[in-house]
T-cell receptor
Framework: DQQVKQNSPSLSVQEGRISILNCDYTNSMFDYFLWYKKYPAEGPTFLISISSIKDKNEDGRFTVFLNKSAKHLSLHIVPSQPGDSAVYFCAASVRQGGSEKLVFGKGTKLTVNP | NAGVTQTPKFRVLKTGQSMTLLCAQDMNHEYMYWYRQDPGMGLRLIHYSVGEGTTAKGEVPDGYNVSRLKKQNFLLGLESAAPSQTSVYFC???????????????FGPGTRLTVT
């Protein structure tokens, strides 16, 4: 049972335009959401996060929106740059048994064309 | 700060062989995690540790063992490797919730393991 879903395996956009990456989740106990960026042959790196008590968080060109009623979050990148080409993972945090774990989606490969 | 480091970077094993992957972090983090990443599968949690001397099972623990004898190190062992364990393995660490309230996990560069 996949609790965090990224239904688009890939996305291609032109440089300078907006990139919108989507993520859906099923577990209402998730209390924090994160986006990670991963280049080939490297480990994932943290990009931006949002608490479940907020609906928007912005950091430079990156904005994450959370719609709790729809169990949906999205990452907006404006303007998109070729260096943003990477795989983006959505992750959700859940507390279980006194500890906290992240559940990851399968990722969306973003390609920004010059 | 080196952050999170993993050794080795690459390894090829024959079915039935054993090996240990080493993860080290210099951020004094309490929590450490081992994930595997397979094509089209995202990152799946194998085992994790909430402190020195503790370990717990994640989503896909079968065929793996772990140890956390020192706070800065988290070892992942494969006792009898199988082709299904061919994957890229990532280690991560994090400070406990409440310390700067950070849920962010810091990842190592990964170990690419092939079992033939």
């Amino acid at each position: 049972d996949q609790q965090v879903k990224q239904n688009s395996p890939s996305l291609s956009v032109q440089e300078g335009r907006i990139s919108i990456l989507n993520c859906d989740y099923t577990n209402s106990m998730f209390d924090y959401f994160l986006w990670y960026k991963k280049y080939p042959a490297e480990g994932p790196t943290f990009l931006i996060s949002i608490s479940s008590i907020k609906d928007k968080n912005e950091d430079g060109r990156f904005t994450v929106f959370l719609n709790k009623s729809a169990k949906h979050l999205s990452l907006h990148i404006v303007p998109s740059q070729p260096g943003d080409s990477a795989v983006y993972f959505c992750a959700a945090s859940v507390r279980q048994g006194g500890s906290e774990k992240l559940v990851f989606g399968k990722g969306t490969k973003l390609t920004v064309n010059p | 700060n080196a952050g999170v480091t993993q050794t080795p970077k690459f390894r090829v094993l024959k079915t039935g062989q054993s090996m240990t992957l080493l993860c080290a972090q210099d951020m004094n983090h309490e929590y450490m995690y081992w994930y595997r990443q397979d094509p089209g599968m995202g990152l799946r949690l194998i085992h994790y540790s909430v402190g020195e001397g503790t370990t717990a099972k994640g989503e896909v623990p079968d065929g793996y063992n772990v140890s956390r004898l020192k706070k800065q190190n988290f070892l992942l062992g494969l006792e009898s490797a199988a082709p299904s364990q061919t994957s890229v393995y990532f280690c991560a660490s994090r400070a406990p919730i409440g310390v700067f309230d950070s849920y962010e996990q810091y990842f190592g560069p990964g170990t690419r393991l092939t079992v033939t």
